[in-house]
């Protein structure tokens, strides 16, 4: 009888537990749950410093842009005022004339095709 009893004790060592076996899968679980959260914070991290250095070249590029855009303009008004014999007043009034017109055509495109609605194709 001594046997039996020290040979279950072996087997119970040996086998695992109904209930260690649940511990060991709820750690598990817990442990892949603050991987995943770690993961995406780590996602998320990575995708505001991309959007933040999207934003940065945009903001330079588009302020290059404008500068240059301006020193374009400024030699119109003195190509006027050289080629043309025309007083510089003349000359920037013409340029922002031309913009003028040229913005306000844009604006009026935009709110045009902003407003009408999608053409619905008849069934048949």
Known sequence: MLMV??????????????VGSVERMVETGQRLLIERID?????????????????????????????????LMACMVVALRD???????????IVAL??????GALVAYGLRDSSSSPRREERQ
């Open 5 to 18: 009893t020290a040979m279950d004790e072996q087997r119970s060592l040996e086998q695992p537990s109904v």
């Open 39 to 71: 993961l995406a914070r780590l996602e998320a991290q990575d995708a505001i410093a991309r959007a933040l250095r999207a934003a940065m070249f945009v903001m330079v590029g588009g302020t290059l842009a404008f500068t240059g855009w301006l020193a």
């Open 83 to 93: 080629n043309a014999g025309l007083p510089t007043e003349t000359g920037i009034l």
């Open 98 to 103: 031309v913009h003028a017109i040229g913005g």
